[in-house]
């Protein structure tokens, strides 16, 4: 007799939790004061950019010119507005030119130029009555942002007869990360409490309903302190802090559902509470463990790009992932030690069992009073699915498939003043600047030269830019010793797909000396280019490792294949749903955001990993409930069923309360915060009601036994290395018949509620 491998042990852990429950939330407790104290201001530290790849060609000529001509990239412009007066008139320009001398005076600042002072018509609006001040504010994000905090008070507003407005990349950064924490805050204030409300509908206690709350608060508390730190070492998106609250949330209640189920399971089956806690640890703590491992994995593969603003994401997600898991089987099994039976208290459905008992309600049974059997609606469902499999899994994945083809059409550009409310300082400022000014920079590019060259090199060179397609004009060269740099207007939209290929064809046109191109067509190319040349890998270590922890699960050669297909499956709504509403325009009205025509470039692949890593979430959690009925009864439509009849609900309601999480955050005045707010909650809606509900049991049903198939070899490692939820029966070596059922009345029991 050989008995089947039941997973990694957590005995040790067990032991001390259920021996020391006390002193494990005291520790606990106290780490999470230290991570309030820790992770403050951390929002104050974060960049509000990070799309640009550091390593590019267009970040280096964007260095380079502001090295050698910080004249040239301005990052801070002064709208300045002289009412019904001209700009050219006399008390106008004598109090511009002053603004102008006191801009110039301020540290950090340089390159500072202006209307006035240089006489540029494209800096001076087509009626007159507006011109512009330009500067660059030196160093990075951070710096930038601190001198703008500084300096904004003292410019902003009425000067004599000037009226004064900021605009410019810094500003609008400034003002995004701004009204992002804003949005957060209020995310987080609407989140919260409804979360609480349909907890206290699932749990039905109000006492359990508050665990899976606190765990959030901690996995979000403690992750804001692990950022602070990553922020001392390298930039990080403030767009990360979205993440850690949807996921810090999401995947507490997640983890509490499944482990306080569990919980009560063992307790209405008559175990002690020490005995409850421990079985409960052994098995769904296992698959917490093992389902935070594949999320946290999902999110890593953004680590493989060279955008910090990915790379936060990574560093958010990980740190929130693993601390809500830690939460889970620390902080949880400790409270669930010292609740007891009271986990159950505060239960508000008893009122409305007491109702339907005085109004004489019957069952099936036909005694007043008593419920159905819970999860009976979702076996039914299960044994409907598999009863017209075919017709189940063919629908379904066309209807999927039908859903993603917008994404088909995707256009990807970059993030600008756009992404903003209409309402924003920095927008309002940008749109004048655009609408108002024959100069604008709306397509102009840079070109960074570097080598000794003659004037006549200079002049074939320019000749030859101009002659290509898509650019209107150049001006230049600007020289200083053996550097120079080229403006080059671009026809179209600043990012559009001529300024794009312009990009590509200057790059391509050979001079007598080094080039380098800049601009917001170049920098778009780059981060197509370096995300394209990355997400090869990023897919493969996500394919690769799912296909590894679910065989692990399993044992299963094809299981970990259909995960990893119906998950992809499970994504198509979402990306249509991006291009449908947030790229054509469609429900902008009612959604307030300004259409661009495009999506951000780095956007797919941040929801595509956020998302496929719930997805697993929930795939783990069947999977290990079908598992462990297979591996008990050896009936694979039973184990199935039995599967989706235990965790459908529970899978269901998670996904619900991550929704409502997200949602929250896809109230986001900012665009791409709304989008990844919305996209990732239609996605783990649909993967919770359609995917799991009924293309999976299709799926396996479809399948039958071979299912379970795994080679000789693949077989004895997993027996040897794998997890499973149940604490198997031994099963005879050799034998490949079914295992006996258990008696219906055994298999079959569960408890009121989650």
Known sequence: MSEVNTGPSLGGWTRFVTARPRLSLLVALVITALAVFAGSGVADRMGS??????????????????????????????????????????????????????????????????????????????????????????????????????????????????????????????????????????????????????????????????????????????????????????????????????????????????????????????????????????????TVLFSALTVAVSLAAMLVFPQYFLRSFAYAGIAVVLLAAAAALILLPAALMLLGHRVNALDLRVLLRRGRRKSGARDGSGVAGASAEPGAGWGRTAALVMRRAPVFALATAAGLIVLGLPFLGATFGTADYRQLPSSADSRVVQEEIRDGFPGSPSGSLEVFVEGAATPAEYADYRSRIAALPGALGVDGPVTSGEHGYFTVRAEGEAVGQEAQQLVRDIRAEPAAFDTSVTGTAAVLVDSKDAIADRLPWAVAIIVVVTLLLVFLLTGSVLIPVQAVVLNALSLTAMFGAVVWVFQDGNLSGLLGFTATGDIETTLPVLMFCVAFGLSMDYGVFLLSRIKEEYDRSGDHEQAVTFGLRRTGGLITAAAVILAVVMVGIGTSRVTNTKMLGLGIALAVLMDAMVVRSLLVPAVMKLTGRATWWAPGPLRRFHDRFGLSEGESKPVAEGDTGDPARPEPAARDRDTAGV
């Open 49 to 286: 950019g990070g799309w640009a790849d550091p390593d590019a060609e267009s970040t280096y000529a964007t260095q380079a010119l502001e090295r050698e001509f910080p004249a040239s990239q301005p990052n801070l412009l002064l709208l300045v507005d002289s009412g019904s007066r001209s700009v050219d008139d006399p008390a106008v320009a004598a109090e511009a030119k002053r603004l102008t001398d006191r801009l110039a005076a301020e540290p950090g600042i340089t390159g500072v130029g202006s209307y006035w002072g240089t006489g540029s018509a494209a800096l001076r609006a087509e009626d007159g009555r507006e011109a512009l001040i330009a500067a660059r504010i030196e160093g990075d994000e951070k710096t930038a942002a601190a001198a703008l905090d500084r300096i904004a008070p003292e410019f902003r507003g009425t000067h004599g007869p000037l009226e004064v407005s900021l605009g410019g990349p810094v500003a609008v950064q400034h003002e995004m990360q701004d009204i992002i924490q804003e949005d957060l805050l209020r995310a987080e204030l609407i989140a919260l409490p409804v979360t609480l409300v349909l907890l206290v509908m699932v749990f039905g206690s109000a006492v359990a309903a508050l665990l899976p709350l606190g765990l959030g608060i901690v996995a979000i508390l403690g992750t804001n302190a692990v950022l602070r730190g990553i922020t001392e070492l390298t930039d990080v998106s403030v767009f990360a802090q979205n993440l850690t609250t949807a996921l810090g949330l999401g995947l507490a209640v997640d983890y509490a559902l499944f482990i306080v189920r569990r919980f009560r399971e063992e307790l209405a089956e008559g175990a002690e509470v020490r005995d409850a806690v421990g079985v409960t640890l052994r098995t769904a703590g296992r």
